[in-house]
Structures are given as structure tokens and as C-alpha cells.
């Protein structure tokens, strides 16, 4: 996958909409903060614009429609940075069916295809 298109996923994961109402009073927690805790990325990137923050979430949204299970892979690896193995646990527990963290590896590159792909990168 293309590194633009992945940066778009992580400044995305990283944000919340204006309109959420989480941040409608002020933020809880500081960008910062987030990226610290998610101990995968040492710099700070910037925030997306408005306009290509709504496009990624849109796309990133049509993906649920597409497959759920790619989606939820997406969102708690992005938005929760969750690891492969904590997602592959809660895939299990979900669909009762064994999940691997190689599973969810390939279930993520192929959703961040698709996103690539819908992204125009």
C-alpha cells in the first residue's frame, strides 16, 4: 500500500469529526497524547484538512457496506491501535470462529487496498 494513502489512515484514525459529540466542548485528550499511546508512530503528523478528512471517512465508510469485517479490522487498527492479536481475539469472540493475527494481517491489507484504490493513490 502506498505510504500517502497510509499516512491519510493514521492522521484519520487519529482525528474525530468536529461534529462529534465527544469533542463539541473541547478536546479530552490532546493529538499528542494519542499518538504516544499508540507507540507506533515516534512523529506527529499533521492533521488532515476537513475536505480530505470527510473524503477518507467517507471511503473508509463504504467499506462497511463492502465487508463489516474488513471495516471493523480497519477502524480498531487505525482509531483503537489495537494489535493484529487483540483484533484477531475480539474477530473470535465475535463470529465464533478461530481468527489468527496473520488472518486479520491479510484481512487489513486487503481493506487498505480497497481504501487505496477508492483514494484515487
Known amino acids: 500500500m502506498g505510504s500517502d ?8 484514525g487519529k482525528s474525530r469529526a468536529i461534529n462529534d459529540p465527544y469533542h463539541l466542548d473541547y478536546p479530552h485528550e490532546t493529538p499528542f ?3 504516544s499511546k499508540s507507540g507506533g508512530w515516534a512523529v506527529k503528523l499533521s492533521a488532515l484538512d476537513d475536505e480530505t478528512h470527510g473524503h477518507v471517512d467517507r ?9 463489516e469485517y474488513r471495516h471493523a479490522v480497519i477502524v480498531m487498527s487505525y ?5 493484529d492479536a487483540v ?9 465464533q470462529t478461530r481468527h489468527t493475527r496473520h488472518h486479520v494481517r491479510d484481512m487489513r491489507h486487503r481493506a487498505e487496498g480497497w481504501i487505496e484504490s477508492r483514494l484515487g493513490g
Open 33 to 35: 497524547s494519542r499518538l
Open 59 to 67: 471511503v473508509v465508510s463504504q467499506l462497511a457496506s463492502v465487508d
Open 5 to 12: 494513502v497510509q499516512q491519510y489512515l493514521i492522521r484519520w
Open 87 to 95: 483484533i484477531a481475539r475480539a474477530l473470535s469472540k465475535e463470529t
Open 79 to 83: 482509531v483503537h491501535c489495537c494489535s
